[in-house]
């Protein structure tokens, strides 16, 4: 089975930057596409980047776009969201995800097949 396990949250003032990692054991990161998905207080899961084998970046609207940034290092079977200019509506429990069916265009959490644990963010004002 693939285990992702998340690292990297914790408290940071707005304006503040964070850089999650995900590390994935099990399987080769070559052909599996990975994404992060966040769950704010009170709200459902809800996408917020993925990264595709060949490095394809999707974001989840303009909410994050600019200031997120997903990137991949194959090598260390890791994947990375730097956070910048946090925001406190970005206080969420962040997940990172994996799976080999994302299209590489629109998010979905359908996609995903594997699930970390989650890393808390929070962010205040």
């Known amino acids: 089975q693939v285990q992702l396990v998340e690292s990297g949250g914790g408290l940071v003032q707005a304006g503040g930057s964070l850089r999650l990692s995900c590390v994935r054991s099990?399987?080769?990161?070559?052909?599996?596409?990975m994404g992060w998905f966040r769950q704010r207080p009170g709200q459902e899961r809800e996408p917020v980047a993925a990264?595709?084998?060949?490095?394809?970046?999707?974001y989840n609207g303009d909410t994050v776009k600019g200031r997120f940034t997903i990137s991949r290092d194959s090598a260390k079977n890791t994947v990375y969201l730097q956070m910048d200019s946090l925001k406190p509506e970005d206080t969420a429990v962040y997940y990172c995800?994996?799976?080999?069916?994302?299209?590489?265009?629109?998010?979905?959490?359908?996609?995903?097949?594997?699930w970390g644990q989650g890393t808390q963010v929070t962010v205040s004002s």
């Open positions: 099990g399987r080769t990161f070559s052909r599996y596409s």
């Open positions: 995800a994996s799976g080999d069916r994302w299209n590489s265009v629109s998010l979905n959490h359908r996609d995903f097949d594997y």
């Open positions: 990264i595709n084998w060949a490095g394809v970046r999707t």
